[in-house]
């Protein structure tokens, strides 16, 4: 690897005990900013069970699942039976030259099979180890597979009060929350490593991640604990007329975020309804439902957007600087012009393929004072077990 530019966490190892989306995407952030990250697969099983969901890419006579590509590029798979005294041999040895392990088992599997984190920091006392997991190490809930769904329900964010019907989330958000704090545990463990020498142990719950997202949604709980006359909560789901998303001539959808009393009077005068701009609102109405003046906004909005269509009320808007943008389908994304000039995703060559396959793009950008980018791609994601033989040799990044 010699010649490689240095990224942050160029010279840093990963051993990858996780399956899945939160624990995989999680390294392989890790790995987008310069970690060697060691996916260990259970050779018996197939690896991963990602691997085998559908939709797939076929090409080359050869198929690869999509799931599985969009969380484990910059990785390299060994396959080991951890059940095995021989290949957990081979992973003691790997974690004696590791710098972090990350495994998203449920409490006490790990231990059992010998991987626990009392017993891997006695193989390397300096070890970071990061446990993801449902609900954490601890509480009556601890045992429980971690289901995205049941997570979401329990963070309050499915039902909003006690007579709204919960929803559906759209997005598996317990996941993703969760692999963000894998990575600020990681990264943080990293920096005490660095300043005071040593280890840790990174307990993560998806469900302690996902409360901690409800900062807004939590107000009025707090409100009324302290003092319960004060019964409001901030409204920005629904009830709110200039925070919503309305239909367009086209069929299309638009998010109309007109909080601020600046881009409301702006949208009334562009649109030639000054009689809607209200010269008493003050910062308190901002996230209300504008009280009797709310239904008059509702209708106006829903009449005024079904005149025209979705795209030419976003020319007109955004040359204005007025924050109504469209709502978008996955497949409309990637063509997107903030998406383009973002980099939002790109192309990368699978070997296995024999073609290249699109990756979602890396989650910001950081460049540094030399002007070298934090984030790269290196590696395509790995053929089951494709680092074999002996992964730690000559391959470290940073290795001479």
């Given at each position: 690897?010699?010649?490689?530019?240095?990224?942050?966490?160029?010279?840093?190892?990963?051993?990858?005990?996780?399956?899945?989306?939160?624990?995989?995407?999680?390294?392989?952030?890790?790995?987008?900013?310069?970690?060697?990250?060691?996916?260990?697969?259970?050779?018996?099983?197939?690896?991963?069970?990602?691997?085998?969901?559908?939709?797939?890419?076929?090409?080359?006579?050869?198929?690869?699942?999509?799931?599985?590509?969009?969380?484990?590029?910059?990785?390299?798979?060994?396959?080991?039976?951890?059940?095995?005294?021989?290949d957990r041999g081979v992973l003691l040895d790997l974690v004696r030259g590791a710098d972090v392990v990350v495994e998203n088992s449920r409490p006490g599997a790990a231990e059992r099979l010998g991987v626990g984190y009392a017993q891997l920091r006695e193989a390397n006392p300096a070890?970071?180890?990061?446990?993801?997991?449902?609900?954490?190490?601890?509480?009556?809930?601890?045992?429980?597979?971690?289901?995205?769904?049941?997570?979401?329900?329990?963070?309050?964010?499915?039902?909003?009060?006690?007579?709204?019907?919960?929803?559906?989330?759209?997005?598996?958000?317990?996941?993703?929350?969760?692999?963000?704090?894998?990575?600020?545990?990681?990264?943080?463990?990293?920096?005490?490593?660095?300043?005071?020498?040593?280890?840790?142990?990174?307990?993560?719950?998806?469900?302690?991640?996902?409360?901690?997202?409800?900062?807004?949604?939590?107000?009025?709980?707090?409100?009324?604990?302290?003092?319960?006359?004060?019964?409001?909560?901030?409204?920005?789901?629904?009830?709110?007329?200039?925070?919503?998303?309305?239909?367009?001539?086209?069929?299309?959808?638009l998010t109309v975020s007109l909080l601020e009393k600046t881009y409301w009077d702006a949208f009334c005068r562009l649109t030639g309804r000054e009689d809607l701009i209200n010269p008493h609102e003050t910062q308190a109405d901002r996230l209300t439902t504008h009280g009797g003046r709310?239904?008059?906004?509702?209708?106006?909005?829903?009449?005024?957007?079904?005149?025209?269509?979705?795209?030419?009320?976003?020319?007109?808007?955004?040359?204005?600087?007025?924050?109504?943008?469209?709502?978008?389908?996955?497949?409309?994304?990637?063509?997107?012009?903030?998406?383009?000039?973002?980099?939002?995703?790109?192309?990368?060559?699978?070997?296995?393929?024999?073609?290249?396959?699109?990756?979602?793009?890396?989650?910001?950008?950081?460049?540094?004072?030399?002007?070298?980018?934090?984030?790269?791609?290196?590696?395509?994601?790995?053929?089951?077990?494709?680092?074999?033989?002996?992964?730690?040799?000559?391959?470290?990044?940073?290795?001479?």
């Amino acid at each position: 690897m010699t010649g490689r530019p240095v990224q942050p966490l160029t010279g840093i190892r990963v051993v990858d005990l996780t399956r899945l989306l939160p624990g995989p995407w999680a390294t392989m952030l890790l790995g987008d900013l310069g970690a060697d990250v060691i996916k260990i697969e259970h050779p018996g099983t197939g690896g991963d069970p990602s691997r085998h969901a559908q939709p797939r890419y076929e090409a080359d006579g050869h198929g690869e699942s999509v799931y599985f590509c969009n969380a484990n590029r910059n990785k390299r798979s060994l396959a080991l039976d951890l059940k095995d005294p021989a290949d957990r041999g081979v992973l003691l040895d790997l974690v004696r030259g590791a710098d972090v392990v990350v495994e998203n088992s449920r409490p006490g599997a790990a231990e059992r099979l010998g991987v626990g984190y009392a017993q891997l920091r006695e193989a390397n006392p300096a070890l970071i180890y990061c446990s993801l997991t449902g609900y954490g190490q601890t509480g009556p809930y601890a045992p429980l597979a971690g289901h995205d769904l049941n997570i979401a329900g329990m963070s309050g964010l499915l039902q909003m009060s006690e007579d709204a019907e919960p929803s559906m989330p759209n997005m598996l958000m317990g996941d993703y929350a969760g692999g963000v704090m894998v990575v600020v545990g990681v990264l943080a463990a990293l920096v005490d490593r660095l300043r005071h020498g040593r280890g840790a142990y990174v307990d993560v719950s998806m469900l302690d991640a996902l409360v901690s997202w409800t900062t807004v949604q939590m107000t009025g709980v707090f409100a009324a604990r302290v003092d319960p006359r004060q019964a409001g909560a901030v409204e920005g789901w629904g009830g709110n007329p200039r925070y919503g998303i309305y239909r367009t001539r086209d069929g299309r959808y638009l998010t109309v975020s007109l909080l601020e009393k600046t881009y409301w009077d702006a949208f009334c005068r562009l649109t030639g309804r000054e009689d809607l701009i209200n010269p008493h609102e003050t910062q308190a109405d901002r996230l209300t439902t504008h009280g009797g003046r709310g239904a008059a906004y509702r209708a106006f909005l829903e009449d005024l957007f079904l005149t025209r269509d979705r795209d030419e009320w976003v020319s007109l808007l955004l040359a204005a600087s007025i924050p109504v943008c469209p709502v978008l389908t996955p497949s409309e994304v990637p063509e997107s012009a903030q998406a383009r000039a973002r980099a939002q995703f790109f192309e990368a060559f699978c070997p296995q393929l024999g073609r290249s396959i699109p990756q979602l793009g890396f989650p910001f950008r950081m460049v540094h004072s030399d002007g070298a980018d934090a984030f790269a791609f290196r590696l395509a994601p790995p053929a089951l077990g494709e680092a074999g033989g002996d992964p730690g040799a000559g391959t470290r990044p940073g290795a001479a």
